[in-house]
């Protein structure tokens, strides 16, 4: 059985799973992140095929694969389709470069490439000889451009009399004296409250207060840029404990809601299961912000 006949097999076992299995949209999913896996493999299996054809003028192969790996890279949401993405346009690269290799021979040669420094870099000479000279400024100056070094004199930037500096003699450490104990360490700041566990307390409390807010209400202080950071920090932190719950509204409104924290039951049998996004922030948008809140209507307070 060839590789196409084994992928044709599988679009077949997919078109007659029973209606029960296709109403489930977990077992849909699977079955569509097996399915894209499966197309995958087919273009792979296709490049390997048409390999001869690929590199040719007047074939359309080429332009035909791209098109199809473009459509199913939409669809791309898991590491493995990744894998399968990124090892389809390894095969088609592989295949181009091995027909260009074969074309090409043996690429430029010494030969070659000495003519063309004569060709193009060559200047008269007055030598009774009559050998060619080459000129070097001319070369440097064209290959400046590709390593990025402007053409001038170079000077030496700082002192001119540097000295040697001398190592500092190590002190003899002093032996203890018998009746001697080690200080006892007071652990008592170490139990103490963080800044950040004290700010995630003051959101989570807002949010049990006002059920559901904005986003940009909740972290905005316009006074401060810095605890406008930190406070995405414990909102951050929040969401990560499981004790917040951001959405977005028919609008595009990022809204946070309070929410109880998944058991460990529920995380070991991912009935619960972490979405991670990143946050854009820096200065320019901390001063959209301000234009976008209405003063006042901040929730954090300001913190001295």
């Known amino acids: 059985m060839t590789e196409s006949e084994k992928t044709t097999l599988l679009a077949v076992k997919h078109e007659i799973e029973s209606d029960s299995e296709a109403n489930d949209p977990n077992y849909q999913h699977v079955t569509d992140r097996r399915t894209l896996r499966t197309r995958y493999l087919a273009v792979k299996n296709l490049i390997f095929d048409e390999r001869d054809d690929l590199s ?31 090892e389809a346009l390894l095969d088609i690269t592989n295949t181009l470069l091995t027909s260009v290799k074969a074309t090409n021979g043996d690429g430029i040669t010494i030969s070659d490439f000495v003519d063309s420094l004569v060709r193009d870099f060559a200047k008269q000479s007055s030598r009774p000889d009559g050998r060619t000279l080459i000129d070097w400024k001319k070369i440097g100056i064209e290959f ?23 190592r500092k003699a190590r002190r003899k450490r002093a032996r203890l004296a018998e009746n001697e104990q080690p200080a006892e360490v007071d652990d008592t700041d170490i139990k103490k409250k963080t800044n950040t566990d004290i700010n995630m307390a003051t ?36 969401v990560k404990d499981g004790r917040a719950d951001i959405k977005l509204d028919e609008k595009g409104i990022h809204l946070v809601s309070p929410k109880n924290a998944p058991t460990a039951t529920a995380i070991a049998s991912k009935e619960v299961v972490y979405n991670h996004f990143v946050f854009r922030f820096d200065f320019k948008d901390w001063k959209l912000m301000k234009d976008y809140i209405e003063v006042g209507h901040e929730l954090m307070p300001h913190r001295d």
């Open 144 to 166: 400046s451009d590709a390593s990025r070094s402007s053409r001038g004199c170079r000077t030496m930037i700082g002192p001119m009399d540097t000295q040697m500096k001398q």
């Open 203 to 238: 959101m989570f409390d807002i949010l049990r207060k006002h059920r559901i807010v904005r986003l940009e209400q909740l972290v905005l202080n316009r006074n401060s840029f810095a605890q406008t950071v930190e406070n995405i920090f414990a909102l951050s932190f929040l």
């Open 56 to 86: 040719s003028i007047d074939s359309a192969k080429f332009k035909s694969i791209v098109n199809d790996l473009e459509s199913l890279h939409q669809f791309v949401l898991k590491p493995r389709e990744q894998i399968a993405d990124a």
